[in-house]
């Protein structure tokens, strides 16, 4: 079993590596994993996520609706998968920590890192100014990186996501995914860049896609006429 380490550093092929077996790992792993990478930061240093390109994401969308997923598109398909059930984790961690669960929930994952000699965030973790909530604040969209609705069902889409055997049942765990990320728009800027934006851009039908494209051709052309 490989370990939240190993993975961040890509030491490991989706494809032959991760089962559900794996994700429930990353799960169980995911407090004391947020807690070290808040311990072990540097100054002022925020969480990093895994944002996967909105362009990848469209042209992957574009070959499916063709109804054919070319060959070279597979292993973009496993990283996203990778990236989004990495993600997934990393925000459970931070919800859990966060208190922003059950009580049952929040005293088992206590009571087995105090075995390890791990403390949970402490009050001084939250009021200083480089505390917990500025490391996993998400600057540039103002929202901090806890869910609590859409936790449980992100996770569930995990475990399909990890047991999908073809690139096409992998896609539609993804979309799964990404339609619950964009109902929740305060995280889906975690998963994909430009966040709701770009979601909103990828659940166009062709024709709001085309209305979309001349509105910005005209937009473009006359900010170009506008500098003479």
């Known amino acids: 079993m490989r370990n939240w380490y190993q993975r961040a550093k890509g030491e490991f092929d989706m ?54 997923i070319p060959e070279s598109s597979e292993k973009f398909i496993d990283r996203i998968a990778e990236d989004f059930i990495w993600n997934v984790a990393q925000l459970y961690g931070n919800t859990v920590v966060s208190g922003h669960c059950d009580t049952n929930t929040y005293q088992a994952v206590e009571e087995e890192l105090q075995e390890e000699g791990i403390e949970m965030l402490t009050e001084d ?3 200083s100014y480089d ?52 109902m929740r ?27 979309r494209l001349v509105e910005e051709e005209r937009e473009r052309m006359w900010h170009e006429n506008s500098r003479y």
């Open 131 to 182: 505390g917990y909530d500025e490391f996993m604040y998400d600057e540039e969209h103002g929202n901090s990186c806890i869910s609590d609705y859409a936790m449980d069902p992100l996770m569930n889409d995990c475990f399909e996501l990890a047991n999908a055997a073809s690139p096409e049942e992998k896609l539609v765990a993804i979309d799964r995914m990404i339609n619950r990320i964009h």
């Open 15 to 68: 494809r032959t590596a991760m089962d559900e077996y794996d994700v429930q790992d990353l799960f169980r792993e995911a407090p004391r994993f947020v807690l070290e990478q808040y311990r072990n930061r540097e100054p002022m240093e925020c969480q990093k996520w895994r944002r996967v390109p909105i362009a990848q994401l469209e042209r992957i969308w574009q070959q499916h609706a063709k109804g054919f």
């Open 125 to 127: 973790d939250w009021t």
């Open 185 to 211: 728009g305060n995280i889906a800027a975690l998963f994909v860049e430009g966040g709701i934006e770009s979601l909103d851009r990828l659940s166009e039908t062709p024709e709001e896609r085309n209305k």
